[in-house]
């Protein structure tokens, strides 16, 4: 019999292969992004407009990037993430950031797994009123091993830079993980 532990890191795995895929190919952010810690704005301000997506070109992790294990006591999973990355902890959270690419694990409680509709239903809605010009691009159930998963994607402006107040635009995948009354 596997050890539960076993099973997360080869889905966190997965997820990071899945994330750097996309990260070669399109050059843009990939993050697990959090829907409760952010102020909800006002109705009184007009909505933000997306910003014009800038003409890079595509982003790599070099083929000798090393990665280091990243392990969580506290959240019961490890992965590896490219070395030098910054690192910010909280409690079960991580988050690794390099310039605009980065990758995020949150954990919380729940009773019941992720379906695109119930991701569609609760966290778009919240996703939409807190974040910055967003814009869904897809939303799908998807079958693994370890069990199913859901992915989002979705674009979104950045938090304007505090210089200079130029944002650029952002393609995020999310990945929602349920596994013994923990969402990730």
């Known amino acids: 019999m596997k050890k539960p532990g076993i099973t997360i890191f080869i889905i966190v795995t997965l997820v990071l292969v899945t994330v750097f895929s996309g990260c070669r190919k399109n ?4 993050e697990k992004k959090s829907f409760s810690n952010k102020t909800q704005q006002t109705s009184s301000k007009p909505a933000e407009q997306p910003v014009a997506p800038e003409k890079n070109p595509t982003g790599d992790i070099p083929d000798t990037q090393a990665f280091v294990k990243y392990s969580s006591s506290q959240g019961g999973y490890e992965l590896e993430v490219p070395e030098g990355w910054a690192r910010t902890t909280n409690g079960m959270d ?12 949150k954990v919380t409680n729940t009773t019941k797994p992720p379906s695109a509709q119930s991701i569609r239903t609760n966290e778009v809605k919240q996703l939409k009123r807190t974040g910055r010009a967003v814009v869904i691009k897809s939303i799908k159930d998807i079958k693994l091993a370890g069990g199913p998963i859901v992915r989002m994607v979705y674009e979104s402006n950045s938090e304007p830079n505090p210089v200079t ?20």
């Open 27 to 30: 050059g843009t952010s990939s």
């Open 165 to 184: 107040t130029k944002q650029v635009r952002l393609k995020k995948d999310t990945y929602f993980y349920y596994k013994n009354g923990k969402l990730a």
């Open 94 to 105: 991580v988050t690794f950031t390099y310039k605009l690419d980065g990758l995020s694990v």
